[in-house]
């Protein structure tokens, strides 16, 4: 799950405000590109936002598109 996998390849800290978020599937391979850019390639592709609080990243909207 794509949630899942950011957490354990970038040892962050990562919510949804939303359960729909978590069953999102992505393919694709980010082991060379940095944390920001591998959110803001996520978020355009399922149609969420992300935003960062407290070192804590934060994705919002209405799940997969």
Do not use: M, W
């Not at 920001?36 to 909207?61: F, M, N, P």
């Amino acid at each position: 799950v794509l949630i899942t996998d950011l957490i354990r390849h970038y040892g962050v800290e990562i919510r949804t405000d939303n359960p729909e978020i978590n069953t999102c599937r992505f393919t694709g391979d980010f082991r060379d590109i940095s944390l920001e850019d591998a959110l803001r390639i996520i978020t355009q592709s399922i149609g969420t936002s992300c935003k960062i609080e407290r070192g804590v990243c934060i994705i919002s909207g209405s799940g997969c598109k």
